[in-house]
């Protein structure tokens, strides 16, 4: 296929996205950012759509984001419940639903939707998802703002889930407590609520300022981990 030729993009993930094929010629739009779902290829700075399936590590890392807050809320029911409510066995339950729930309609509209699979972008470096801090500018001057989310979709997917998730507990769990938690004082009843509604934000600044180094990390130590056993 041919195509048309333009003039080579700055910066690392600048990138050139395809605006219409006329016959067997692929017409190129301007250098810039690259649509959502693309990436920049490296090599000839076009966009190209992520057709690829996530790695093991890439589905280990998400199973990892997707169990904090499960975790969390299963640790400040036991905190605020303890022993002088028996209805801390059915707000883990609830938790654990939950969270399943959230998970699946997560993948159900991601790309492609309807389909418990994703597409992804593979991770190439550990800039790719800080793409932010790498727009070019070319005359020192003026800057092309290229940000992207070149893993597409692991940087995004988790600020869905934890939406959802957020969204089904406030929905689900207060009308739980109200019914069952008789065991508990009024201002007892919701502290496992309230305390999410602090976890939930501190989370979501943790996967949006160190969630590539955080991937990066457990990255390296599961390779480890294969190495030595």
Request: charged share 15%.
């Amino acid at each position: 296929m041919a195509v048309d030729i333009q003039r080579t993009c700055f910066g690392l993930y600048c990138g050139k996205p395809i605006v219409a094929i006329n016959g067997t010629t692929e017409i190129y739009g301007d250098c810039g950012v690259c649509p959502r779902g693309q990436r920049t290829n490296i090599t000839t700075k076009i966009c190209q759509k992520c057709m690829e399936s996530p790695e093991l590590y890439d589905w280990l890392y998400l199973g990892f984001m997707a169990m904090l807050p499960l975790i969390l809320h299963w640790f400040f029911i036991e905190w605020y419940s303890g022993k002088k409510s028996s209805s801390a066995l059915f707000q883990h339950i609830t938790a654990l639903l939950e969270c399943t729930a959230a998970a699946l309609i997560t993948l159900l509209v991601n790309e492609p939707v309807g389909y418990l699979y994703i597409r992804s972008c593979r991770v190439q470096m550990l800039s790719d998802w800080y793409t932010m801090l790498y727009n070019p500018s070319p005359d020192y001057v003026n800057t092309i703002h290229c940000t992207q989310e070149a893993v597409y979709p692991l940087y995004t997917i988790v600020f869905i889930y934890y939406a959802f998730c957020l969204v089904l507990m406030m929905l689900l769990r207060p009308l739980l407590i109200k019914k069952i938690a008789c065991g508990l004082g009024k201002s007892d009843r919701f502290k496992s609520i309230y305390a999410a509604l602090y976890f939930f934000p501190i989370l979501t600044v943790i996967q949006a300022v160190g969630g590539g180094l955080l991937c990066k990390s457990l990255y390296m130590f599961l390779r480890y981990i294969r190495i030595f056993f």
